[in-house]
């Protein structure tokens, strides 16, 4: 593989199951990001981990939680899916900062229905 | 706190040129980001700005006025395939590697 998978492309999830979204990369860049996009509001950072064993909270964190056990995989983890929880969820990737530099790399994302 | 803002829709011609307007108001800065997202794909990047000025890449450029908190992504001989969204994005630094996004502007290239 090259750059970041996300797994699975989509899913419908009933109410109150649990659910993991899957993301790896191969560029062993040190942090990794989770959005959520939804129509109207751009992309919303859930949670982030600037390097392996490390997590911390974006600005929609609430019913969401990570894990970064290694460089590669970073699984997004929804304990108890509401309807709200609806959305296009993006993993990205970016090298420790080289100076200021901080591009971020997007998987192609996982559509995700909670009904 | 972070704003970022942008206009949500644009329409423009193919051939013509076009400028898509970000202004940020955030706390911290260290850098201006834009990427191009087309319909049902993930965000690619288009370019990076740090100090002011101009940066050029093909068609696409990218300023940046940091004393007016203010950027613009510039695309010229416009082609159908240009119809995406555009996302601004700031980054602030202060320890962190988090980008924070605007809603983005969608623009449609008609013929």
């Known amino acids: 593989i090259a750059g970041i998978t996300q797994a699975p492309t989509s899913q419908i999830l009933a109410a109150g199951r649990r659910m993991t979204l899957r993301c790896t990369q191969d560029m062993r860049h040190n942090a990794m990001y989770w959005y959520r996009q939804d129509l109207g509001l751009g992309l919303r950072l859930i949670h982030y981990?600037?390097?392996?064993?490390?997590?911390g909270k974006g600005e929609v964190p609430d019913g969401y939680s990570v894990s970064r056990a290694n460089t590669d995989d970073f699984p997004l983890t929804l304990a108890s899916a509401v309807p709200s929880q609806t959305s296009v969820y993006f993993c990205?990737?970016?090298?420790?900062?080289?100076?200021?530099?901080?591009?971020?790399?997007f998987g192609p994302g996982t559509r995700l229905t909670v009904l | 706190g972070q704003n970022i803002d942008q206009p949500t829709e644009m329409t423009a011609t193919e051939g013509a040129i076009v400028q898509i307007n970000c202004t940020y108001q955030t706390s911290g800065f260290n850098g201006l980001f834009w990427y191009q997202q087309h319909a049902g794909e993930a965000p690619t990047f288009l370019s990076y700005n740090v100090l002011d000025g101009l940066e050029e890449k093909g068609r696409f450029s990218s300023f940046l006025s940091r004393s007016k908190g203010y950027s613009y992504l510039l695309l010229k001989e416009l082609q159908m395939k240009d119809s995406a969204s555009y996302l601004c994005?700031?980054?602030?630094?202060?320890?962190?590697?988090?980008?924070?996004f605007g809603k983005g502007t969608k623009l449609s290239v008609i013929p």
């Open positions: 990205a990737s970016s090298d420790s900062p080289r100076g200021w530099y901080n591009e971020q790399f």
């Open positions: 981990s600037n390097t392996a064993g490390t997590t």
């Open positions: 994005a700031v980054y602030s630094g202060a320890g962190s590697y988090q980008l924070t």
